[in-house]
């Protein structure tokens, strides 16, 4: 199936992601839809078990969840006709929705054993 990225990985992007959309949707007026996306998406990877999770509140598994129905709903935001955006804000809106897409897929979701673990002999 090919090289799958790491964890740590999808949770950088997912990170730069993120804190991209707040930083938009905080100079713009585009109402609260692209708000809560971008808090999802922050709060998302913040609580994840992995390497860079701040809380380790949810499991991997919950988190590529998560992933799937931000990703969509970020598709949806930005391809639909009945909240007003912006232009911009739904490129940057619709960029991340394919960017999540195409991560979800890649990366690799299982934990890692310990070090020592690993090791044989």
Known sequence: MGFKR?????????????????SHVL???DGLWPRLLAAG???N??????????????TRKQHRVADVLLATG???LGVQWWVELSTLTRVVVLGIGVLLSALIPITQWES?????RRTTG
């Open 41 to 43: 998406l922050l709060i």
């Open 45 to 58: 990877v913040a609580v994840v078990d992995g390497p860079l999770g701040a809380f380790r509140l949810v």
């Open 74 to 76: 970020a598709v949806v």
């Open 6 to 22: 790491p964890f740590w990985a999808h949770q950088a992007l997912e990170y730069v992601l993120a804190l991209a959309l707040l």
């Open 112 to 116: 890692r054993p310990p070090r020592w």
């Open 27 to 29: 100079r713009v007026d």
